[in-house]
């Protein structure tokens, strides 16, 4: 049974139809990323699968349950409840509070608070400059920073599910490959499924092991990223020839 899955999701706002027929499939363990241009549907897609926004038609499945449909939604609290964190995009970290209150938001559904700490040491030790910042707050870093603070309050959660809209928004190269890295390790050591929404193409198909890309709206094609890298189509609109 697939972790998370769209099944014919469509999702409107009001007269826009941001999603149309969408399918997709996000197996335990794995990252699927999600590709497109501005306006594709990618972050609707994750409202969508986080039941910020109720779907028009189709339903999301969590664990083989269905936890958004038309006639049926999940509150969103109650999905991080059971297992999946979401690091938005433009990273809305609390500007006036501390680097060290910020990741412990991220727990504020949990009562353990031995593992709290455990987990707080272990993002402080996959990011140090964060340690080292621990006191300042959160306005006071870079985008960069910033975006490890998004993804370490995240996984204060203790997620199963990590869903990340553009992490690589607006962040120097350097910063997107340790990003990129600690991704790949976030998957890798701790089990964590990701589903991946970018921009940046080459970082979404170079991580994932299969990716969609979204066309207005729609699921234009998907397949095995590193398929998909040496797709003529993928190569000319999205990987820049
Ligand atoms: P971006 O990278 O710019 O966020 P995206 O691929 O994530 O793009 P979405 O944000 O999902 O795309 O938007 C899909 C469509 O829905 C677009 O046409 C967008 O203008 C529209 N849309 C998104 N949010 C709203 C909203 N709150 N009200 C009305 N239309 C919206």
Do not use: W
Not at 116 to 131: N, S, W
């Amino acid at each position: 049974m697939p972790h998370l899955a769209l099944r014919q999701v469509s999702l409107r706002y009001g007269e826009v139809h941001a999603l149309d027929d969408v399918s997709i499939t996000v197996p335990r363990g794995q990252i699927v990323a999600l590709i497109g241009a501005n306006g594709a549907g990618k972050s609707s897609t994750l409202r969508a699968a986080t039941s910020l926004k109720r779907v028009t038609a189709g339903e999301v499945l969590l664990e083989g349950e269905a936890v958004n449909a038309p006639a049926r939604q999940q509150p969103t609290h109650e999905l991080v409840r059971r297992g999946v964190a979401m690091v938005p995009e433009g990273r809305h970290v609390f500007p006036y509070m501390s680097i060290k209150d910020n990741l412990l938001m991220g727990a504020y559904t949990r009562r353990d608070k031995g593992a709290i700490a455990a987990d707080l040491e272990r993002v402080c030790q996959r990011f140090p400059r964060l340690k080292e910042r621990f006191m300042q707050q959160g306005s006071s870093l870079s985008g960069g920073e910033q975006q490890m603070v998004a993804i370490g309050r995240a996984l204060m959660a203790a997620p199963k599910l990590l869903l990340l809209d553009e992490p690589s928004l607006g962040i120097a190269p350097q910063v997107v490959r340790l990003i990129a890295r600690s991704l790949l390790e976030i998957n890798r050591n701790e089990g964590i499924t990701i589903v991946l929404v970018e921009q940046n193409s080459r970082m979404a198909l170079a991580l994932s092991s299969y990716a969609y890309v979204l066309e207005t709206g729609r699921v234009a094609l998907e397949g095995p990223s590193a398929e998909l890298m040496h797709d003529p189509h993928i190569r000319r609109l999205y990987l820049g020839g």
